[in-house]
């Protein structure tokens, strides 16, 4: 991602051509609907799974990827299965 960065940058200043940058820019912008690099939500997210806050592995999978789905409906059902331990009215 740093190299698309700088790339823009370089294209903007009339350094490089505009074929180039798309060269450049293609490949992490296909990455399965996942972002490149490790941005704030991806962070956020990383460490919210990293506090038990969040299923496992559930910061790495691709939005595009039935594991997204999966782990949807496998949250649903923790939670479900929390509220329910808890005695709660909602649950029944």
Do not use: K, W
């Not at 997204?68 to 496998?74: F, I, L, S, V, W």
Request: proline residues 4%; aromatic residues 4%; charged residues 20%.
């Amino acid at each position: 991602m740093v190299s698309v960065f700088e790339a823009v940058g370089a294209a903007g200043a009339g350094r490089m051509p505009q074929d180039e940058l798309l060269e450049i820019e293609r490949p992490p912008v296909r990455a399965r609907a996942r972002a490149a690099a490790m941005f704030t939500a991806n962070t956020m997210s990383a460490a919210i799974e990293a506090m038990g806050m969040s299923l496992p592995h559930s910061s790495t999978m691709a939005a595009v990827d039935q594991e997204t789905a999966d782990n949807a409906a496998r949250a649903a059902e923790v939670l479900y299965q929390a509220v329910h331990a808890r005695g709660c009215r909602a649950a029944s």
